[in-house]
């Protein structure tokens, strides 16, 4: 079974900076693609970013130039680094894989196994 666990929210003031961690067990990354997604109550699933197995990324617009992504094959360790942080970018954050496309950062309905979820809040 893909289980992963999310790690390193919290409660930072806008302009601040977190790095969340995503520790997958049952898989390596060498294989597999991870996404990160939040999620606002009421709101749907929004992803954020992803990388491949291969190390290619992708970004949502609202997080480019302010969100990196990148992993650690050998500690098998996906990072999200999030600076400037913003009051809109408080949700509860997922890391997710893929159970098909699972090499790629392709279609999201395609991450069908989820983390647990980590908080991060960003308010003065």
């Known amino acids: 079974q893909l289980q992963l666990v999310e790690s390193g929210g919290g409660s930072v003031q806008p302009g601040g900076s977190l790095r969340l961690s995503c520790a997958p067990s049952?898989?390596?990354?060498?294989?597999?693609?991870i996404g990160w997604f939040r999620q606002v109550p009421g709101k749907e699933r929004e992803g954020v970013s992803c990388?491949?197995?291969?190390?290619?990324?992708n970004y949502a617009d609202s997080v480019k130039g302010r969100f990196t992504i990148s992993k650690d094959n050998v500690k098998n360790r996906v990072y999200l680094q999030m600076n400037s942080l913003k009051p809109e970018d408080t949700a509860v954050y997922y890391c997710?894989?893929?159970?098909?496309?699972?090499?790629?950062?392709?279609?999201?309905?395609?991450?069908?196994?989820w983390g647990q979820g980590t908080q991060v809040t960003v308010s003065s």
């Open positions: 990388i491949s197995s291969a190390g290619s990324t």
């Open positions: 049952g898989f390596s990354l060498q294989y597999f693609a």
């Open positions: 997710a894989v893929a159970s098909y496309y699972f090499a790629y950062c392709a279609p999201r309905s395609d991450f069908t196994s």
